[in-house]
């Protein structure tokens, strides 16, 4: 609920912000421009309706701020939460003074104030509070950009438009910045004319009182905002010390780390606050999943998931045991596993990732490739060359495997790890794998006969295939982490393509495999082998030359 009221209140006082900018920018054109436009504007935000909205809004969004500090039991943030956090405290401060100016004084004092009165404050009487004027612009919109940003990042199409966002985003200010400065050096140019100044002030029906009044108002409010500031800092300092007269839970940590819990806190919060790095996109507010951990002994003593973070487990596809480290907050000893690296991306909060993330076993095809002789052909040329060929071959042989509907899993050397059939039928994954290799044979062909100058002899390569099942998941460290396969299922692939040096043919394909993908291979000569690790034989079949392949799959 309470991310509902941040997201509805930030929405309302950024719609608030985007239209008196619009206004702002009127200045471009002239004072005037600026003052017709601002009929418009008050229609909209001065009828009571919409004005009661826009100051619930405010004092809400305030509000939140201020409880999500007291609520914070760590304040150990990432930078961009910091200049969220930050910049939202600091607008009430920055606004206390135009607000009394133009609301205040025109409810007690019947003032009617225009740009022109506002422009001669900030750019004559006062320009220091004409630059803290422009601040305040640029805090309140980068304050607001930062929220939507970090809303929106978690949104699947939200990349694609994210440059032209940016645009607007830079294109705002800086018109509603250069119609300030306009209407301000306007107004400078007039008011050396004393007669303008008094007919402005006597429109304006400014009294001494209406400036007395905004003056001591201003003062007053600012000190108590910044009370309120201080107050949810202070009442933390207060509770940590309270709560630390008892024996607190522990987190365990996979590599053996235990971390006390203080109470109240989450587990996102804790690693934090013990500097353990820990993933976390949308700044623990439970909207993009990858601060999940899978929980283990102690979780009989969580919660069950609320609403909320039973919404974000399912779009996920969670299963028994992840939770979301933001939401749950340990009353008792508790191991956790993060499922994510520090570094996750929102793309790693879209559904159907954690599936990779975990692991799963499925029935897949996997392909091996190996170039023939490649090494004796490499020594005879110069590394830029051997670097020029192998990216060649790999470049040719990756597109026809994704042509094919396969995934390339890696380049090792000069070979080619390649898996089939993810997300798909066992008879899909066998047919998709050998259509890669014919296509492949296919494509080495086309190569050697671009490269035929340069090579002293064609290229060759060997390429084995089998389906069975097998773990697929991201693993690896860091940035070193990519979705592959491991198990029996690979080690047999490998060992088939290991054999097309032994039989002298081009490809060597299991039976099983042939089998699932319902494609006749009879035509083929048939071998009975014994994959080492293994004491049950394996019947395989032959293909001298893959592109000759039927092209009926």
């Not at 991201?474 to 979705?483: F, I, N, Q, T, W």
Request: one cysteine or more.
């Amino acid at each position: 609920m309470l991310n509902r009221l941040r997201l509805t209140s930030g929405l309302v006082l950024f719609a608030y912000v985007l239209s008196h900018f619009a206004n702002h920018a009127l200045g471009v054109v002239s004072l005037e421009a600026m003052d017709a436009g601002l009929p418009i504007f008050q229609a909209v935000w001065s009828n009571v309706p919409v004005l009661i909205a826009l100051y619930a809004a405010l004092a809400v969004h305030f509000g939140i701020a201020l409880w999500s500090v007291w609520r914070r039991h760590s304040l150990r943030l990432q930078p961009w939460e910091w200049a969220q956090l930050g910049l939202g405290l600091a607008i009430p401060l920055l606004l206390a003074e135009h607000v009394l100016a133009t609301r205040g004084a025109t409810t007690a004092f019947g003032t009617d104030p225009d740009y022109r009165l506002v422009m001669f404050v900030y750019w004559v009487d006062s320009p220091v509070k004409g630059a803290l004027q422009a601040l305040l612009l640029l805090v309140a919109w980068v304050h607001g950009c930062l929220g939507l940003h970090y809303w929106l990042r978690t949104k699947r199409n939200y990349l694609a438009l994210a440059p032209i966002l940016l645009s607007i985003a830079t294109l705002v200010p800086a018109l509603s910045l250069a119609g300030y400065i306009a209407g301000g050096m306007n107004v400078r140019a007039l008011a050396q004319d004393p007669s303008w100044v008094n007919r402005m002030v006597d429109d304006a029906r400014i009294t001494v009182e209406a400036a007395t009044f905004i003056g001591a108002a201003t003062e007053t409010s600012r000190f108590a905002l910044l009370g309120l500031i201080a107050l949810p800092f202070a009442a933390r300092i207060a509770r940590h010390a309270w709560q630390r007269r008892t024996r607190l839970p522990r987190l365990c940590y996979p590599d053996g780390r235990r971390v006390e819990v203080v109470p109240g806190s989450t587990v996102l919060e804790t690693s934090r606050a013990a500097g353990i790095p820990h993933a976390s996109v949308c700044g623990g507010r439970g909207r993009c999943s990858t601060c999940r951990v899978r929980v283990g002994s102690g979780a009989e003593a969580l919660p069950p998931p609320d609403a909320g973070e039973s919404r974000v487990l399912a779009r996920i596809g969670a299963g028994p045991g992840v939770r979301l480290a933001c939401q749950i907050r340990p009353t008792a000893d508790l191991d956790v596993t993060p499922l994510l690296p520090p570094d996750a991306s929102p793309r790693d909060g879209f559904p159907g990732r954690l599936a990779q993330s975990q692991g799963k076993e499925m029935e897949i095809a996997v392909l091996f490739a190996d170039l023939r002789g490649f090494t004796r052909l490499s020594e005879a040329k110069l590394p830029y060359d051997t670097v020029f060929l192998l990216n060649r071959y790999f470049e040719a042989m990756g597109r026809e495997i994704e042509a094919a509907g396969g995934r390339v899993d890696k380049f090792v050397g000069d070979g080619i790890m390649a898996l089939f059939g993810l997300g798909r039928s066992p008879q899909e994954a066998g047919q998709a794998s050998l259509r890669a290799a014919r296509r492949m044979a296919r494509a080495l062909k086309q190569l050697n006969d671009g490269l035929a100058a340069d090579l002293p002899a064609p290229l060759r390569m060997g390429i084995g295939i089998h389906l069975g099942p097998a773990i697929v998941g991201e693993m690896g460290y860091g940035a070193v982490k990519s979705l592959t396969a491991i198990g029996d299922t690979v080690n047999t692939a490998s060992r088939l393509e290991g054999l097309t040096k032994e039989f002298g043919v081009q490809l060597v394909v299991s039976e099983a495999l042939a089998r699932e993908a319902l494609i006749d291979l009879r035509d083929y000569p048939t071998e009975t082998i014994t994959v080492r690790g293994k004491s049950e034989k394996q019947k395989v079949r032959l293909v001298y030359d893959a592109a000759a392949l039927s092209d009926d799959f």
